[in-house]
């Protein structure tokens, strides 16, 4: 029933800025951790960053001090703010929420090409 919507991606220039967007729609299960993952072309999915409901984070070491994590609790959403964007952050970005009773959530992936 709970369904995770995500915006934001996009082609952008080196060095430049993205703010990707996922909204969890629908009731159900008590939503704990989100987060965001990202698979590379030809690699493994892989996280980028978790937020907990106390708005604890989390990063990759590959992108600490460029990518921001936030929750926004009234509307049941998080961020991803991606500034200083290099080459090696082309992949596909997927939502994700964990839950108290039942399986995890996927969103539908969101690409994201940083390229000249």
């Known amino acids: 029933q709970v369904q995770l919507v995500e915006s934001g991606g996009g082609l952008v220039q080196p060095g430049g800025s993205l703010r990707l967007s996922c909204a969890a729609s629908?009731?159900?299960?008590?939503?704990?951790?989100m987060g965001w993952h990202r698979q590379p072309p030809g690699k493994q999915r892989e996280l980028v960053a978790s937020?907990?409901?106390?708005?604890?984070?989390n990063y990759a070491d590959s992108v600490k001090g460029r990518f921001t994590i936030s929750r926004d609790d009234a509307k049941n959403t998080i961020y991803l703010q991606m500034d200083a964007l290099k080459p090696e952050d082309t992949a596909v970005y997927y939502c994700?929420?964990?839950?108290?009773?039942?399986?995890?959530?996927w969103g539908q992936g969101t690409q994201v090409i940083v390229s000249s």
């Open positions: 994700n929420a964990a839950r108290l009773i039942g399986s995890n959530l």
């Open positions: 629908g009731k159900g299960d008590y939503i704990t951790d």
């Open positions: 937020i907990s409901p106390a708005h604890v984070t």
